[in-house]
Nanobody, 121 residues
């Protein structure tokens, strides 16, 4: 399984970005997908995750009301819409795939390479 994340970049505070992550290299169903981030000097932290059918999701408290996670199973793709970005959101964002459709916070077995998000003040 390979995960390819894209959509990161440099944005001013208050701006928006949409991250995408495509899974390839296998056939799989009934799996959860999530986003994590790691800021310089900090540990990687959970951001958001969504179940296979899209009916269950989980968001880290600091991003609730600003970030939305969604997925398109026909395209094996998960999205993270990030609005009202803040400088504290600056980090490398990683997508991940979990071969279970519960316990959305993990653990995750497969990880993408990460995409940089930088929010300027």
């Amino acid at each position: 399984v390979q995960l390819q994340a894209s959509g990161g970049g440099l944005v001013q505070a208050g701006g928006s970005l949409r991250l995408s992550c495509v899974a390839s290299g296998g056939t799989y169903t009934n799996y959860a997908m999530g986003w994590f981030r790691q800021a310089p000097g900090k540990e990687r932290e959970f951001v958001a995750a969504i179940s296979w059918g899209g009916t269950n999701w989980d968001l880290e408290s600091s991003v609730k009301g600003r970030f939305t996670i969604s997925r398109d199973n026909a395209k094996n793709t998960v999205y993270l819409q990030m609005n009202n970005l803040k400088p504290d959101d600056t980090a490398v964002y990683y997508c991940a795939l979990r071969r279970r459709n519960f316990d959305l916070r993990g653990p995750y077995e497969y990880w993408g390479q990460g995409t940089q998000v930088t929010v300027s003040s």
